[in-house]
């Protein structure tokens, strides 16, 4: 592998993991208050949507990134109070909870199949190996990817309100023993996550795809759920997975491009391929890593 | 006003009046149905399908639409189909290659209604199928390209590497290698017809490998045409010539369908009961495909050659004429040899030229 075709990937790379690291973020905040939620990719959808939306009508595409995050802690609201109020199934609520957005972004987007929106600003730096170049394009979510996953971290471990949240996520009933409101802290955590994914969401409408196509996100929303496993519920290492799985997909399209002579659907497959080999590396260490708690509707009574 | 005006103005008020609800009660010359399986607003596929239903409705006063959109390509749209029928349309057109095997049944129960289908192969006496001849209009964009490639590379974006797609592509880099014999087509497969994130990916890995012109078989050639306009490459678009809006500097010229003429010639057969269940396939000659305006960024000697192979192709011209070579090295066809109809949309190898693996 060429020098060129390793900065090209790790250029290229960035776009897709910038949306990824965001929902990523906001899986981890959520599960480690105790609750998992597999309706990213429905949160993402909705937001990307709305960013298309709002940006179209207001012409401001920063508009367009707050009415993706306000319409990504709209779709979590329903699940909080379905999981957190109710104590209804986690796993179900969050499947519900995608195909709900998989339908109320259809809805939304309907008018803007297609058609182009003003993306973020953005600037482009390029440079060029003879025939091969490399550009990344950098927006302002790109700018606060990684100062979002310090201010995550920083939140969970070095806070009261981490702390709490943590413990929650650990052992509900000693968290609640020991003064913690359960309840708005999981509140917070699943609004955190709705913010995030619906952030990510419009990244992917804004700097990537510039135009809205139904199921846009193609799954990335579960890749996302993945990655919080692979980075043990560690935001910086959130970082590394997702640019590990942006950088597998740039990288089979830069071969691709290149013209090696692999069959295209084998490539197609090679970032989930990647994604299911370095789970098991994660085993049992991930296993030890994860919430007591996860997934567990809250037994006792507050 | 004067009371010669006002007593007119009564008198009409009183004619349309009295004419109005009478016009109401006349029945529709024909009820046409009509199923999309995506948004009419997608600037692709199915809006190039809806211009043509709306040039149909145009052209013959008085005759009413019913029309779905998002109808999948399930047993769903047999009930959506039936129940276009239950309303009293005669004509169904059945717009998605999906949507062949349950528009075929019910035109097997219900021998009095007529069915055309987008893109199939079934055929019944009352029961149609139609499609633009993309492959060989492909040709023309091929010689855009080779003329305005600085690179001799361009980069295709390719959703599914079916068949036809494949034809597609094999056409342009025919055409482009015409005026270019060292050009080279990459092609990069992602996968799906509307996988945006991975249109964009692709479309960047292409530049980044050294293509300055970009083309695409997707359904919206929407992302693929702003990356190659953010980046500074040319492009050519497919599905609808309204994406040229989008790339106003390095728009060079595009194909789109035409679906109006031949909608319209179906729903006059069907009112005189001529209608007769046929393959249609038609190309530049027949104006179902149709060249785009070309971008300001071509000059007038390029227009000219652009516009003399699509009338090439339009008198009838193949640019799958033996002797024809694979990627690989090998003949596909023998000097003479030549490939037409429906043969051209059954490709399994690329021709000589183009960078990729068919599977």
New interface residues.
């Given amino acids: 592998m060429s020098t060129a075709l390793i900065v090209a990937t790790l250029a290229a790379s960035v776009a897709a993991a910038t949306s990824l690291l965001y929902a990523t973020l906001g899986e981890i905040v959520g599960e480690r208050a105790g609750v998992i939620n597999l309706g990213v990719e429905g949160m993402m959808l909705v937001g990307a949507a709305s960013a298309c939306a709002a940006t179209t009508v207001t012409g401001n595409p920063y508009c367009g990134v707050l009415a993706a995050a306000l319409a990504g802690m709209a779709m979590s609201l329903v699940f909080a109070y379905a999981v957190v109020d109710c104590g209804a199934n986690q796993l179900a609520s969050g499947l519900s909870l995608l195909f709900l957005g998989l339908g109320v972004s259809a809805l939304v987007g309907k008018p803007y199949v297609g058609a182009i929106v003003h993306g973020l600003p953005s600037v482009s730096l390029q440079t060029s190996f003879g025939e091969v170049s490399a550009a990344v394009s950098i927006d302002a979510l790109v700018v606060l990817a990684l100062p979002a996953a310090a201010l995550v971290a920083w939140l969970l471990n070095a806070t009261r309100w981490g702390l709490q949240l943590r413990a929650v996520g650990e052992n509900p009933l000693a968290a609640f023993a020991a003064g913690c409101n359960r309840r708005r802290l999981q509140y917070q955590a699943i609004l955190a996550g709705g913010l995030l994914s619906g952030v990510a969401g419009a990244h992917i409408c804004l700097a990537v795809t510039y135009t809205w196509a139904e199921g846009m996100t193609a799954g990335r929303g579960f890749i996302a759920i993945a990655l919080v496993m692979f980075a043990r519920w560690n935001p910086w290492a959130a970082i590394a997975g997702a640019l590990v799985f942006g950088g597998a997909e740039a990288l089979q399209l830069q071969l691709q491009a290149r013209g090696l002579d692999v069959s295209p659907f084998f490539m197609n497959m090679l970032p989930y391929l990647l994604t299911l080999a370095v789970l098991p590396l994660t085993g049992r260490a991930g296993q030890l890593a994860a919430p007591a708690a996860l997934g567990r509707p809250f037994a006792g009574v507050e | 006003m004067n009371a010669i005006t006002r007593t007119l103005l009564c008198a009409l008020a009183a004619i349309a009046l009295a004419a109005g609800p009478a016009r109401a009660q006349d029945k529709p010359p024909l009820i046409v149905g009509v199923i999309y399986v995506?948004?009419v607003?997608?600037?692709?596929y199915n809006?190039a399908m809806k211009d043509g239903v709306d040039d149909m409705a145009k052209a013959i006063p008085g005759l009413k639409l019913i029309e779905a959109e998002?109808v999948p390509e399930t047993a769903e749209s047999e009930r959506v189909m039936s129940a276009m029928i239950a309303q009293g349309a005669k004509l169904i057109i059945a717009t998605s290659f999906g949507h062949q095997e349950f528009a075929n049944r019910l035109a097997r129960s219900h021998r009095d209604i007529t069915f055309i289908h987008a893109g199939g192969w079934m055929i019944e006496p009352n029961f149609g199928t139609f499609f633009g001849a993309t492959q060989t209009a492909w040709y023309a964009m091929g010689v855009a390209a080779g003329l305005m490639s600085k690179?001799g590379k361009a980069?295709f974006v390719v959703g599914v590497?079916i068949g036809f797609v494949i034809g597609n592509v094999n056409a342009f880099q025919i055409g482009a290698a015409s005026v270019n014999p060292k050009f080279e087509t990459?092609?990069?497969?992602?996968?799906?017809w509307?996988?945006?994130?991975?249109?964009?990916?692709?479309a960047?890995?292409?530049?980044?490998?050294?293509?300055d012109l970009l083309t695409m078989h997707v359904?919206?050639p929407?992302?693929v045409i702003?990356?190659a306009e953010?980046?500074g490459v040319y492009s050519i678009g497919f599905q609808?010539i309204e994406a040229r809006k989008?790339a106003p500097k390095g728009w060079i010229t595009g194909l789109g369908f035409n679906w109006g003429p031949y909608m319209i010639e179906t729903a006059k057969q069907v009112m005189a009961g001529t209608f007769k269940g046929a393959m249609v396939r038609q190309g530049l000659a027949e104006k179902m495909m149709v060249v785009a305006p070309f971008g300001d960024a071509v000059p007038p000697a390029v227009r000219t050659a652009v516009t003399a192979a699509a009338d090439k192709v339009a008198a009838g011209f193949t640019p799958f004429t033996g002797p024809l070579k694979d990627n690989t090295g090998a003949y596909q066809l023998t000097k003479g040899e030549k490939l037409d109809g429906a043969d051209m949309g059954k490709f399994n190898w690329y021709v000589a030229g183009v960078?990729?693996?068919v599977?």
């Fill in positions: 995506g948004s607003n997608d600037y692709g809006r998002n690179a980069g590497p990459r092609v990069v497969v992602t996968g799906g509307s996988d945006k994130v991975k249109e964009a990916a692709a960047n890995a292409l530049i980044d490998q050294g293509a359904d919206s929407a992302t702003q990356i953010n980046r609808s989008i960078v990729g693996r599977r």
